[in-house]
């Protein structure tokens, strides 16, 4: 999670409307938040967040080359997105956030 996403998730459960329009909202915002958590109340989050991603985005090309050196042989462009399919399903299946 960076800067961007947490301003997003504010904004989405905020039970009102940006102050003074939404660009300059955002500037009043990321300012709040960097006065009361600093630096690492901005990229709370971020750890948990490239760890799922370089989980899923790992099994994704592990999975990829294996369905790919298993069938290297065929190189339709049929063939081509099964694998893709197929990878990305295993990937997001290990990956799953509950």
């Not at 490239?50 to 099994?59: H, P, Q, R, V, Y």
């Amino acid at each position: 999670m960076n800067p961007l996403d947490l301003l997003k998730v504010k904004f989405q459960v905020s039970t009102r409307g940006p102050e003074g329009g939404i660009g300059r909202g955002i500037w009043l915002a990321l300012r709040d938040i960097h006065a009361s958590e600093g630096w690492r109340g901005l990229y709370r989050g971020l750890s948990p967040n490239i760890a799922g991603n370089a989980s899923s985005w790992g099994l994704y090309f592990l999975l990829y080359v294996f369905f790919f050196m298993s069938r290297a042989q065929v190189a339709s462009v049929c063939c081509f997105l099964l694998r893709s399919l197929l990878s990305s399903w295993g990937a997001s299946l290990a990956c799953i956030k509950l």
